[in-house]
């Protein structure tokens, strides 16, 4: 991490390597598209994401789904 970082090109390469069907490059893809680093924000596409890459077997994203599941149950309670 540091200041040079170009997670445009991050972001390229995990979408590139996410298409070629890696778990953890759907991953990584995810989380840039779940804050919007190295391209636009887009929750609902990070939540596909993360399910394609959780079905192909990467732990990381059947966590992050995980706590998905858990602030949105937080957030019916605090509503109700």
Do not use: H, I
Not at 1 to 9: A, L, N, V
Not at 10 to 19: G, L, N, S, T
Not at 25 to 54: H, I, N, P, Y
């Amino acid at each position: 991490y540091g200041p040079d970082q170009d997670w445009r090109r991050a972001y390229e390469w995990f979408e590139r390597d996410a298409e070629a069907g890696n778990a953890e490059a759907m991953c990584g893809r995810g989380l840039c598209l779940w804050r919007g680093t190295g391209c636009r924000c887009d929750e609902r596409a990070a939540k596909s994401v993360f399910e394609q890459a959780a079905a192909g077997g990467c732990a990381l994203a059947e966590a992050v789904l995980g706590l998905l599941r858990g602030w949105r149950l937080a957030e019916r309670d605090v509503e109700q």
